[in-house]
């Protein structure tokens, strides 16, 4: 991304620490506070200063509050570096899109687990195509129609059976 330009404005020093974290779903409430349990713990444990920044909502929503408010703080110059605890908790699809914006804001990016060795690039595959099919079948469908929700359902046993069947 050495072709981004820069703006002329140098960082200043006192610039934050953001800790980032987000959750699909109101039924993962349980894992956003342990995703805030683990940026805390990481950034206290290396004496950082940082602001919390969580969201609820899709890994494919562009529009979520919390997003938007990082990102303004990034191209505001007023971060200095984004911690999360996996790349996908940014965005599920364009995460390299923000961190091209990090790199050109000099907004250094860590990421606490890189890779998660359990979580078989299958199961990751699986999850991804389950959400494009939820988006993509409510915009064809609307939200609320239950041919939408039984096409869905028969979309989402045919995933997990396939992969279920390939171990």
Known sequence: MKNINKNIVFPSDNRKTIAYARVSSSDQKDDLIRQVQVLELYCSKLG???????????G????KKGLTKLLNLILRGQVKRLVLTHKDRLLRFGAELG?????AKEVEVILINKGDENVRFE???????????????ARLYGSRSKKNKKLLEQMQAVVENNVSDNP
């Not at 494919?60 to 529009?63: R, S």
């Open 123 to 137: 199961e990751e595959l699986v999850k991804d195509v389950l959400e494009i099919i939820t988006v993509f079948s």
């Open 48 to 58: 950082l200063d940082y602001e919390v920044i969580t969201d609820l909502g899709s």
């Open 60 to 63: 494919m929503n562009y529009y």
């Open 99 to 103: 961190f091209s914006i990090c790199e």
